[in-house]
Structures are given as C-alpha cells and as structure tokens.
C-alpha cells in the first residue's frame, strides 16, 4: 500500500493522507503501480465524460476533460515536455540541453509543445467514435504510465545525480513485469485485439523516442518520462481513431 499511494502521490494531484515511506527503493518500486494509476485517472475522466455529455455539447466536453486530464496529473508530465522540447531543440550538446531542461524558464520550444500537444489531444478526442470514447478514456493513460516505466527500464539515466535516478538504480525486472500485465489485461479486455495494437505502438514509440533522446544525451532524464507519457497518450489516441 505505501508504494502505490507513493505512485499516487507523485503523478496525481489525488489527495494521500498518511506518513509514508520515501526510500528510494519504494520510490522505484511504486511505478509498478504506475499503470493502475493511469487507469483511476482514466476512471475519473469517464465520470466526468458522463455527467458533462447529458448537460453539454461534445466540443465542450472535450475541452472539460482536457481540463480535468491536466489538473489530475498538476501539469507534472506537461513540464517535463516542455523541459524536454526546450532542452532537445535549443541545446547543441548534452550539457547545454541538460542544463536547460534544468532551468524553470519556459522557452519557445517547451510552450508550442505544450500548445500543440493540448490542442492534438483536445482534436483527437472530438474525433473519438463516441461508442468506444470511455474504453478510450481509461486504456489511454494506462498505456501511458506503462511508456514511463518501459522508458525508465530500457534506457540509462543522463544525469548524474537527480531525482529520477532512483527509479533506474532500483527498477527491476518484476516491476516492469507486474505493470506490463495489469497494461496487458486492461487493454484487451476493453479493447480487444485493438488494445494489443495499441501496446506494440506505445512499446515502438517508447523505442524510438528513447533512441532519439540517447543519442543527444546519452540517456534519459526525469523530464524525459513526462514527456514520454505526453507523446504517447497523443500517439495512441491517433491510432486509435485508425484502428477502432
């Protein structure tokens, strides 16, 4: 239970109540929890689709939920996309664009990914059939919190030191296991083989943004994560509107 509410705690705006316990070990640990977190955002989403659809139109709703979707998460995984963009695109070398994702400034790069990030998943999910819209909702930021931890398992750590280096240092091979299953199930059971599709596609795109960030700076960084989790939500909801 304390790692799970650890998982909670930090990529959710939910309220914890109680001491826990912040060893590196459990905060490593709690992403296995990662997923099944994603999937009570997604639960939470669905409720506020449902009530929101009977009183108001589909455009509006979609501009609620993105609303809702940013405030559960307090904007964490948006930072680190737009560190991310930040640093990426206006670093020359791997220090120039560590230091940069380090600052707190928001550059040009890091607001028109934030922009255009929004403004994809806000036209994806008008786009939605409105049948499958809820299974959508749920199996959407599951994938997703499962990208993180497949991007924390497979690529090294860029920094030295940071707080994201406790996830790599004692990440193992279970916990990736145990949130790659509850991924797995989740998204078959509501979506059917399509749900195994768009598990090749989070694990492929996982894949190549990894690649294209190692290769800059030899690693990933805590930004990184968040702005894996972004991506992919955006990826899996264009091919879901393919696919479904």
Same mark, same amino acid.
């Given at each position: 239970m304390n790692t799970f509410l650890i998982a909670l705690q930090f990529i959710t705006t939910l309220p914890v $109540?109680? $001491?826990? &316990?912040?060893?590196?070990? &459990?905060?490593?640990?709690?992403?296995?929890?990662? !997923?099944?977190?994603? +999937?009570?955002?997604?639960?939470?989403?669905?409720?506020?689709?449902?009530?929101?659809?009977?009183?108001? !139109?589909n455009l509006v709703v979609n501009i609620l939920l993105i609303i809702?979707?940013?405030?559960? +998460?307090?904007?964490?995984?948006?930072?680190?996309?737009?560190?991310?963009?930040?640093?990426?695109?206006?670093? $020359? =070398? $791997?220090?120039?664009?560590? =230091?940069?994702?380090?600052?707190? &400034?928001?550059?040009?790069?890091?607001?028109?990914?934030?922009v255009l990030i929004l403004l994809?998943?806000? @036209?994806?999910? @008008?786009?939605? !059939?409105?049948? =499958?819209? &809820?299974?959508?909702?749920? @199996?959407? !930021? +599951?994938?997703?919190?499962?990208?993180?931890?497949?991007?924390v398992y497979l690529f090294p750590y860029a920094r030295k030191e940071g707080f994201g280096k406790a996830y790599k240092l004692y990440l193992k091979r279970k916990h990736l296991l145990v949130a790659s299953l509850w991924t797995f199930l989740l998204a078959t059971v509501l979506l059917f083989w399509q749900g195994l599709v768009l598990i090749i596609v989070a694990l492929l795109s996982v894949l190549l943004i990894g690649k294209h960030i190692t290769n800059k700076i030899e690693g990933l960084t805590g930004d990184n994560y968040g702005a894996v989790n972004e991506i992919i939500e955006v990826v899996i909801l264009l091919v879901s509107i393919i696919v479904i």
């Open positions: $109540k109680g $001491k826990l &316990n912040y060893s590196e070990k &459990n905060i490593a640990r709690s992403m296995l929890y990662y !997923p099944l977190v994603g +999937t009570i955002i997604g639960i939470i989403l669905v409720v506020v689709n449902l009530i929101l659809s009977k009183i108001l !139109p809702s979707w940013v405030a559960l +998460t307090g904007g964490i995984h948006l930072d680190g996309l737009s560190d991310s963009f930040d640093g990426i695109f206006g670093g $020359k =070398d $791997k220090e120039r664009i560590l =230091d940069i994702m380090h600052d707190s &400034n928001v550059g040009v790069y890091g607001v028109l990914a934030i994809l998943k806000f @036209t994806l999910l @008008t786009e939605l !059939p409105i049948q =499958d819209k &809820n299974m959508l909702l749920i @199996t959407v !930021p +599951t994938i997703s919190r499962f990208a993180m931890v497949l991007a």
